[in-house]
């Protein structure tokens, strides 16, 4: 990924346990790049469900998840990268599952969050692109008269 700002990106492996080292990464991300609170938590929440969706559905046990993040003053660019285990291209459901289906919101959560969403095939995997706008970014520094 190009792009202005702060550019970060980790490779973990495809375990339940690695959710809780990329929330924490990504929050200190986007505490140290200055996104409020509320803007954060759509893009955490947006970033467990990809995660959990690489790690469930997307990479081999033994496998690793990529995450890659953009996060600059106006916006949150991340992509969540798995190494494929031969199912298709997932696609996004136009309606919910019903009420008491246990699964299957995961990717009707990512699209409701984020500004805008991709699902591409990257060799054998799956790229899940998540663009995050912030609801009111900063302005600049006034200068002292």
Not at 32 to 51: H, I, K
Not at 72 to 95: A, N, Q
Request: aromatic share 2%.
């Amino acid at each position: 990924m190009k792009a202005d700002g702060v550019v970060s990106a980790f490779t973990v492996p495809a375990s339940l346990e690695s959710l809780a080292f990329v929330r924490t990464a990504t929050a200190c991300i986007l505490q140290r790049a200055g996104w409020p609170a509320a803007d954060s938590g759509r893009v955490l929440l947006a970033c467990g469900e990809a995660v959990n969706n690489a790690i469930e559905h997307g990479s081999p046990e033994g496998g690793h998840v990529r995450v890659e993040l953009v996060v600059t003053l106006r916006c949150v660019r991340m992509r969540v990268i798995d190494e494929g285990t031969g199912v298709p291209i997932p696609v996004c459901p136009s309606v919910p599952p019903p009420v008491t289906a246990a699964r299957g919101r995961g990717l009707l959560i990512m699209r409701t969050l984020a500004d805008d969403m991709t699902i591409r095939r990257v060799g054998t995997g799956t790229s899940i692109g998540l663009r995050f706008e912030r609801a009111h970014a900063a302005a600049p520094a006034r200068r002292a008269a």
